[in-house]
């Protein structure tokens, strides 16, 4: 995640983010799926 690869990325949304120039997009969209994937529920 420090260097993400824009060429071949794992989430096309996000490498489309990175190739337009979009860090501040690609950086929200990150914390999004931090926030939905990595981050426990609560309740």
């Known amino acids: 995640m420090a260097h993400p690869?824009?060429?071949?990325?794992?989430?096309?949304?996000?490498?489309?983010?990175l190739r337009s120039g979009d860090v501040?997009?690609?950086?929200?969209m990150a914390r999004m799926y931090t926030k939905l994937a990595a981050m426990p529920k609560k309740n």
């Open 5 to 17: 690869e824009p060429d071949s990325p794992l989430n096309c949304d996000s490498g489309n983010l």
């Open 24 to 28: 501040r997009g690609f950086q929200s």
